[in-house]
């Protein structure tokens, strides 16, 4: 299993250099997508990055149900274009078809750790659709390993056993994005048993719900930006959260 921790910064000046070159392409609006140094997986790293800095990481899941591609970058900028280190696991060549997604994570977030600067305490998984579900998966398996996982979309599995770890489950913060949709009937009676289950197991989760719009638009990226950074600088939420705590 991985360490999770961050290690040796390895590499240091060449990828200084490289992020040089990444926040001038943001500064032109260029998708900025930084490939091969880090494998296969897709990086995004801020404008201003300082090496001093521990930055939060955001580990995001795509929803692999729907072939419309997922563009990080373009999905970073409308988060912050400063407040995080985020990277994408995509699948190697090379590796053994039976590849998990939770290995995956692991993989990627040992790789950055080694090459960026992170703070150990604040990686969050962050996944879109179907990512989102196996994102609250993964974190209530090791919730130690987190510092918060935030669903777009994805309901949270339910009658699959997750809160074994209970104890540490009630001190990751969660969130899930949910829209009200013309076909919500199913949908509420899961929100409902989601938000009854929290509520008995004396955790908390964040929930936002918007019209009938993408999981990615602007204002629902917008939110999690500010859902994040409460996380991280440990203030009040500012926006209206219905909580289950």
């Known amino acids: 299993m991985s360490s999770r921790l961050p290690g040796q910064k390895q590499g240091r000046r060449a990828g200084l250099d ?6 001038d392409l943001v500064g032109r609006k260029t998708p900025l997508e930084l490939h091969g140094w880090l494998g296969e997986d897709r990086l995004f790293t801020p404008m201003g990055y300082e090496p001093g800095y521990d930055y939060p990481l955001l580990v995001w899941l795509r929803d692999e149900s729907t072939p419309r591609r997922f563009d990080l970058a373009r999905v970073m900028t409308r988060v912050s274009l400063r407040n995080f280190i985020a990277v994408q696991p995509m699948p190697e060549t090379a590796a053994p078809p039976t590849t998990s997604t939770e290995e995956m994570v692991w993989r990627s977030i040992d790789r950055v750790c080694e090459r960026l600067s992170i703070h150990g305490r604040r990686i969050f998984l962050v996944g879109h659709g179907h990512g989102g579900t196996e994102a609250f998966r993964i974190a209530c398996r090791y919730p130690e390993a987190f510092g918060g996982v935030v669903s777009l979309g994805g309901p949270f599995p339910l009658d699959e056993g997750l ?14 994005c949910c829209r009200h949709g013309r076909s919500g009937g199913s949908r509420a009676a899961h929100v409902d048993r989601t938000l009854r289950l929290f509520h008995a197991a004396g955790a908390s989760l964040a929930m936002r719900i918007y019209p009938d719009r993408s999981h990615l638009a602007p204002c629902v990226l917008a939110d999690v930006n500010r859902w994040l950074m409460d996380e991280v600088c440990g203030t009040p939420a500012s926006v209206p959260t219905l909580s289950t705590s």
């Open 18 to 23: 490289r992020r040089r070159d990444a926040a």
């Open 163 to 176: 809160f074994a770890r209970i104890a540490e489950l009630r001190r990751l913060p969660m969130l899930l």
